[in-house]
């Protein structure tokens, strides 16, 4: 019963904790972008705009909600329910601090401690694309979020790959598909970066790929398709596609210092003097702050550049690193 | 509890299956056959199979129903929307699915299967990912890789198959 109890407990405090963060990333992400645009950016609600995204909110409480004629009712419903529910899921496994030794036992700090946690995340990311796929077929026809979707279902297909390919060489290296033995694992040896470096540029560029942020935002292109899958929502249902981005952005940031960059290990020199749960977050929000920089600072590929990266450069070299780890490990090479 | 979550789990999958089979649209009887897929797999969890429970997802739900779908979003939609709910052949498959039903039923009252065990796990416990891999690489290596030899066969002919000979098509 008591599992029950503190699941419960960890879910809500979950749900609570990422909305928060999504509310305060729009008002990042918007600060950040004005920034690098010689722009103020919100100024006027409350301290710097900080109470800007609370407005934001209201305000979409009272949008009229606009159901295109010719859709599909339920699936038009169900697709933004999809997509948040699934990217929800995916942040179910993720630890969020460091586990507590308590007198009972060791305390987790993720909503499921399960040892394929790995697996998890990916399950629930390549379903997440399933909201998107249906936020197209529903609006009923209408040109643009059909793009949009086709855009994100090819996309996602094929990046998942990759995503996956990058992530097994950690996986190889710690013998382990649960996050604090990965963890674990990187406070023997360095850090993965340092053994996994090509393992790592691949995994950074398809997380850009899967969350469908800036390089890669095809499904969304804003100039060309103006916001594809979305196109026919409005109100509240709208927010809710930039909402699961977020929390996929999140989920990626910490898979990526998980995996890579020794979770809540600090580097070598830092001797202790700052405790895990802050360097954990230090490096997640450096990841968080480099979708909004590339936001920024990147021209989108073209779609065909996309694929070509994707299955022609990428998958070769993701693989080409497999066997490399393979062999280091077996052949017992120093430091792996 | 355990008998609880196992009876909302087959009725999701049962009820899953049912709404891809009689669904109208093409497209709604997708996302029925993924709900079906998400019961299947919340029934290897209860069955402590995790790793083939996630597999389940990832290759299942994840992979080919994307495929399956992105398919349906090619072809045109008023054609999908116009076509009837069943082929021709409907009696054959109703009477086989009947046949299997009987066989499963007369096996049930045959081994007088215990509905209050319902749920109750009875394999081993603790994690069976690594056990995956040592049966899979070191006792069964050999079909694996015939396996993996086959669908490469299938990959290649699929796509020699559905290429167009350039010097033909111009």
Partial sequence: MMIVIWGLVKFVALMLIVSVYVLFMTWFDRKVLARMQNRIGPQLVGFHGLLQPLADTIKSFWKEDIIPTRSYRVMFWLAPIITITTAFAAAFVVPFAPPIKTASGVFHFSVAHINEAMLFVFAFLGLSSFGVLYAGIASGGSKYPFIGAQREGAQMVSYEIILALSLLNPILMSQSLNFEQIVAAQTHHLWFVFYQPVAFLTFLISMFAVSAKVPFDLPEAESEICCGHFVEYSGLKMGLYPFAQYVVVLVMSAIMVLAFLGGWTGPFWSGGFIPGLIWYWIKIAFFIFLFTWAWGTFPRYRYDQLMDIGWKVLLPISVLNIFWTGFALTAGLPFF | ?170
């Fill in chain 2, 1 to 170: 509890m355990v008998a609880i979550m196992f009876f909302i789990l087959s009725l999701i999958t049962i009820g899953g299956a049912l709404g891809t089979v009689i669904a109208r649209n093409a497209y709604s009887s997708a996302l029925w056959m993924i709900t079906s897929f998400l019961g299947v797999s919340g029934l290897f969890v209860m069955l402590n199979a995790p790793f083939i429970a996630m597999l389940q997802i990832i290759v299942y739900a994840g992979a080919i129903a994307v495929l399956i779908l992105f398919v349906m979003m090619l072809m045109d939609r008023r054609v999908l929307e116009n076509k009837d709910r069943f082929n021709p052949q409907y009696l054959w498959g109703a009477i086989f699915g009947a046949g299997l039903l009987a066989d499963l039923l007369a096996l049930a009252l045959k081994f007088k299967i215990d509905i209050s065990q319902a749920g109750k796990n009875l394999t081993i416990n603790g994690s069976n990912t690594k056990m995956v891999g040592d049966v899979l690489f070191k006792h069964y290596l050999f079909p694996f890789e015939m396996v993996a030899i086959v669908l490469l066969v299938a990959l290649v002919g699929a796509i020699v198959l559905s290429k167009d000979d350039e010097k033909e098509a111009r």
